[in-house]
């Protein structure tokens, strides 16, 4: 049996962070997104509210989220930590004009303002085993 772990999604919107996420993780993590609650209040304090449950639970967790910067990372490498289990990211670089011409092709609710594309790639960071990550994952598409 595989060792329960926490993944950290870590991209920009459009850096193809939910499809790598179907691609590789779906089977075997829970996958946890403040998108799967768009008109929720306070849906950073549920996220990390049902991380903290799936995890006490044993199972792995991947969060689904940009989460760019170290300070929007840290709950969650906590909430690892608090748990026993590792938590790893996964960072999808992608440049930010690949990003923006892929949330121009989405539809709906599903294309990010892009005010909210820019203020993620400004504070992007990319993700360390300094900040307490066990691994870090580069994707390149």
């Known amino acids: 049996m595989a060792r329960q772990e926490l993944v950290v999604m870590v991209g920009l919107q459009g850096s193809g962070?939910?499809?790598w996420v179907t691609e590789h993780l779906a089977g075997t993590h829970a996958v946890v997104?403040?998108?799967?609650?768009?008109?929720?209040?306070r849906r950073e304090a549920r996220q990390q509210r049902t991380v903290a449950a799936l995890l006490a639970e044993g199972a792995s967790v991947v969060v689904d989220n940009t989460s760019p910067s170290l300070a929007e990372r840290a709950p969650l490498i906590a909430l690892?930590?608090?748990a026993?289990?590792?938590a790893r990211a996964v960072f999808l670089d992608v440049p930010l004009e690949?990003?923006?011409?892929?949330?121009?092709?989405?539809e709906g609710r599903a294309r990010v303002p892009l005010v909210g594309l820019y203020s993620a790639a400004g504070?992007?960071?990319?993700?360390?085993?300094a900040e307490g990550f066990s691994d870090v994952t580069?994707?390149?598409s």
């Open 123 to 129: 504070r992007l960071t990319v993700p360390s085993t």
């Open 84 to 86: 026993g289990v590792p």
């Open 98 to 106: 690949t990003c923006r011409a892929r949330n121009e092709a989405r």
């Open 138 to 140: 580069v994707v390149r």
């Open 33 to 41: 997104s403040k998108d799967h609650w768009p008109n929720a209040r």
């Open 80 to 82: 690892a930590a608090a």
């Open 17 to 19: 962070k939910s499809r």
